[in-house]
């Protein structure tokens, strides 16, 4: 017969692999950004944020945004970012794909909660495809929730939005 401490140890094991499992770096974001560009990568560019555009990225995450610049990718009308948000507790780091003005991809690249991890896999990441950003900053679509990861899901949203309007941004500035 086992012993009771055995058998806590082993239960311990277990919910920490799990725990484990549901996050970790799915793709470096160096890995993403030469697979977006077919291993040809342009050098990465800086958008400086002015007022205005600070104000209306605080107006999408509902907080303050801490950076004074954000690092992006261009050719031509394809633009690639990696940005980061907090889903409950920690950065969800995710990449983005804007091409002619719309989502061409979103891919999860590191997920360090305990749980919502499901926000990585295709079924979910597919509903951005396409997406454009209307006048109010608002995605033109829905996009569902995933059960027991609604914080996750509404980080990947904000960053989907903040992209799409990052990239406007350097259009109107590149046309």
Known sequence: MKSPLKTLLALLIVLHSSIVYAGGVYQEP???????FNNNPPKADVL???KDLKKQIVEILDHKYKGLRV??????????????????EKLITTG???????IELVKVLVFRESRGWEIRHDFFTDQF????LKDDHQLDR????ISGATLSVRAVRKLAQI????????QRKNP
């Open 129 to 132: 495809k396409q997406a454009k």
């Open 71 to 88: 690092r992006y990718w261009q050719r031509d009308k394809k633009t690639a970012w990696v940005l980061e948000e907090i889903g409950k």
């Open 30 to 36: 160096a890995d993403f950004i030469k697979q977006v």
């Open 142 to 145: 829905t996009i569902d929730n």
């Open 96 to 102: 983005i794909v804007i091409n002619n003005g719309q």
């Open 163 to 170: 992209a799409l309007l990052l990239n406007e941004t350097i």
């Open 48 to 50: 400086w944020l002015d």
